[in-house]
């Protein structure tokens, strides 16, 4: 101590904090101004600070806000008079759940100039007074149901359900910030509205979870103070129609406000309807079903422990892995954080050493199918309708798909008869109505064709072969009458493979071709068909130049992985450009069907409603009588979608239940 007693004493005092230093300092002259704010909100954006950024955000506690609570008949009348004005709104409605069809309003919230908004409660806790429902529902009509008048809105297609159970039809909507979000970057994970407000305003939202709590001590909006459901409903429209402004700029800088004026925005209607149309199933047919699984489980169940040696938890990976890898000493493949995989990929692998691995695939694939549908279906019956109503999800797939949910009845597997028999439940309303199916032929290798402008390969679309035969044929250099069934599945593997960047492992993987075989037969493709090559090559080309690609109707992806020093992920983004072009094409083309055809059905004349799109087939309900005219109305509109330089084709089918249409 008392030979480095200096050095203590030095230490000490460099880090001693000084307060007896003489500084004049302005504590009001360090405050930002607004225009350093705004530079410090860009800096920290670019720069990815989200927690820095998240504490000099602005907040519905630090804006100064003109939020007006609408709860009485002079209040209404005044408001209703100055929404007539407007040439366009923000609209937000607050209920009790989040299925539409089963939602009551619990207000409705209005802005049309930033940081203004009303709001309109039409529920509120026991004991506080509002406004009568019919009242304001009767008022307000008019106003939402002229076409003339432009609403905004966060995911509108629900409000717009919504109103619709209410006997309001929301017309005029120009503008949904979830959708503009979703083209801006379709790959990002969330739109809603606290992720878009913070990314494009640097505004932090009030988190519903403030109002409702979450979990098992959530409750409904109805239970709220009714002034902290304004402050949150208010800032939710202000936000909405301020979201838009910025958006629509930002879709127009990138080329985008077509797409999105043009073909998504039409398409909240045309899904609102399907949404609202809904399915009938026959509970009956899916009993049965069910009764037929269970005991087809237990004989699943019966067969896996024998070849097993003894009885074992079959859902346990650990355990199912212990009698694969240890006892039955089969090859280890793959591991995971937890250990040896045990996933369908590795079970279809191991499969080709032991019966075991084929008998587990078999019993999750039919698991799934009676807990995902044959048991699930009737409990999603609902209870004002009857019907099963799926959601349409028009901003989740990066690549510009719809998906489904609440049931997804996009998955229903097709390619086994189980799969088809789950469809056979679902059935039309009345008897004198039959289904029709409109399925595109092969569009996504039209659409290759189209960008490729390989010769050879629009030449067998012209002259309408059997493209995975001409494929064939070429690559095995024999007359394409003398192309073998086995010849003919290798083709197609590879024509769509191709299409998602099938490698000569996967090639291998997916027809047992040996590995250089594979190969080889992939080489031969580039060779026949040098114009498929050229389009992949400059697709990458433009992807790595620019950072995105896009498809024919200018829908973009960001692919930030292209340029990547990790070989395996620059592969893989190689592989999603081309996909996402062709893919995307494809969603793009169905689209533009989808709104042209709902615009002749909902006239009457067809006396027939769309109830699904699985991707590239359309599903509708006509009454049979006129069957033919909608037959050849949905034929010409699908075709006719856009044009290509190969014929689009279109395959439709009719039947008493989805099953038969296939």
């Known amino acids: 101590l008392k030979l480095f007693a200096e050095q203590a004493r030095f230490s000490r005092e460099i880090l001693r904090l000084r307060n007896d230093v003489p500084i004049q300092l302005d504590m009001n002259a360090c405050k930002l101004t607004t225009n350093e704010n705004k530079e410090i909100k860009k800096l920290f954006k670019e720069l990815g600070f989200s927690s820095l950024l998240a504490d000099i955000v602005s907040t519905a506690k630090t804006e100064e806000t003109n939020y007006c609570l609408i709860d009485t008949i002079e209040k209404l009348n005044d408001f209703i008079e100055r929404l007539k004005q407007q040439k366009k709104f923000a609209i937000d409605l607050e209920t009790t759940s989040t299925t539409p069809l089963n939602a009551q309003i619990v207000g409705i919230s209005f802005s049309w100039q930033p940081k203004f908004a009303y709001y309109i409660p039409l529920m509120t806790p026991e004991g506080i007074e509002h406004l009568d429902i019919n009242t304001v529902l009767s008022t307000i009509r008019p106003i939402l149901e002229d076409a003339n008048i432009k609403k905004i809105g966060q995911n509108i297609k629900y409000d717009l359900l919504v109103l619709k159970n209410n006997n309001i039809?929301?017309?005029?909507?120009?503008?949904?910030?979830?959708?503009?979000?979703?083209?801006?970057?379709?790959?990002?994970?969330?739109?809603?509205?606290?992720?878009?407000?913070?990314?494009?305003?640097?505004?932090?939202?009030?988190?519903?979870s403030e109002l409702i709590g979450s979990g098992k001590e959530q409750f409904t909006m109805d239970q709220v103070d009714v002034n902290k459901v304004c402050q949150y409903a208010c800032q939710d429209a202000d936000?909405?129609?301020?979201?838009?402004?910025?958006?629509?700029?930002?879709?127009?800088?990138?080329?985008?406000?077509?797409?999105?004026?043009?073909?998504?925005?039409?398409?909240?209607?045309?899904?609102?309807?399907?949404?609202?149309?809904?399915?009938?199933?026959?509970?009956?047919?899916?009993?049965?079903?069910?009764?037929?699984?269970?005991?087809?489980?237990?004989?699943?169940?019966?067969?896996?422990?024998i070849n097993a040696g003894h009885e074992f938890n079959i859902n346990s990976p650990k355990q199912l892995g212990e009698i694969l890898f240890k006892k039955l000493e089969l090859p280890m493949t793959r591991r995971t954080k937890t250990g040896l995989s045990t996933d369908a990929n590795v079970l279809a692998t191991l499969a080709w050493h032991h019966s075991l691995p084929k008998l587990v695939l078999e019993y999750r694939k039919l698991t799934k199918l009676k807990n995902t549908y044959i048991d699930a279906l009737p409990e999603m019956v609902n209870q004002w309708t009857g019907r099963i109503h799926t959601s349409f999800n028009q901003t989740v797939t990066a690549t510009g798909r719809l998906s489904s949910s609440g049931p997804n009845l996009q998955n229903i597997p097709i390619r086994t008869d189980i799969g088809r028999q789950i469809r056979r439940a679902f059935i039309p309303t009345e008897k004198d109505t039959v289904f029709l199916s409109a399925d595109y032929s092969q569009i996504e290798l039209r659409i290759l064709a189209h960008f490729s402008d390989d010769k050879a390969l629009v030449s067998a679309f012209q002259q309408?072969?059997?493209?995975?035969?001409?494929?064939?044929?070429?690559?095995?250099?024999?007359?394409?009458?003398?192309?073998?069934?086995?010849?003919?599945?290798?083709?197609?593997?590879?024509?769509f493979g191709i299409i998602y960047g099938l490698s000569e492992f996967g090639l291998s993987r997916d027809t047992g071709l040996p590995l250089e075989e594979a190969r080889r037969f992939i080489?031969?493709?580039?060779?026949?068909?040098?114009?498929?090559?050229?389009?992949?090559?400059?697709?990458?080309?433009?992807?790595?130049?620019?950072?995105?690609?896009?498809?024919?109707?200018?829908?973009?992806?960001?692919?930030?992985?292209?340029?990547?020093?990790?070989?395996?992920?620059?592969?893989?983004?190689?592989?999603?450009?081309?996909?996402?072009?062709?893919?995307?094409?494809?969603?793009?083309?169905?689209?533009?069907?989808?709104?042209?055809?709902?615009?002749?059905?909902?006239?009457g004349k067809y006396e027939a409603r769309m109830l699904l799109q699985i991707h590239d087939e359309l599903l509708f309900e006509v009454k049979e009588n006129k069957l033919e005219s909608l037959r050849s109305m949905i034929q010409d509109e699908m075709i006719q979608a856009v044009k290509l330089n190969v014929p689009i084709k279109v395959n439709i089918k009719t039947g008493k239940n989805w099953m038969e249409t296939e």
């Open 169 to 208: 039809q929301l017309r005029g909507i120009a503008f949904d910030t979830m959708i503009a979000s979703y083209l801006l970057n379709p790959a990002k994970r969330n739109h809603n509205l606290d992720d878009i407000a913070f990314e494009y305003l640097s505004y932090k939202t009030i988190p519903i």
């Open 239 to 305: 936000i909405s129609f301020r979201l838009a402004e910025a958006l629509e700029l930002r879709l127009n800088n990138e080329g985008l406000w077509h797409l999105f004026q043009e073909i998504e925005t039409p398409l909240i209607y045309v899904l609102a309807d399907m949404e609202w149309n809904g399915f009938l199933i026959d509970t009956h047919v899916l009993k049965e079903m069910s009764d037929l699984l269970t005991n087809k489980l237990k004989q699943l169940e019966n067969d896996i422990y």
């Open 464 to 495: 309408d072969k059997d493209i995975h035969s001409a494929v064939a044929s070429d690559i095995y250099n024999t007359p394409i009458n003398n192309v073998t069934a086995e010849m003919r599945r290798n083709a197609k593997a590879i024509n």
């Open 523 to 603: 080489e031969s493709y580039y060779n026949h068909y040098q114009g498929v090559k050229r389009f992949r090559d400059s697709a990458i080309d433009m992807a790595r130049l620019h950072g995105y690609v896009k498809t024919l109707f200018n829908r973009k992806r960001l692919i930030p992985e292209i340029n990547s020093d990790n070989k395996k992920r620059r592969n893989l983004a190689e592989r999603i450009a081309i996909n996402t072009i062709i893919q995307g094409t494809a969603a793009d083309l169905i689209k533009v069907a989808m709104n042209n055809i709902h615009k002749k059905l909902i006239n």
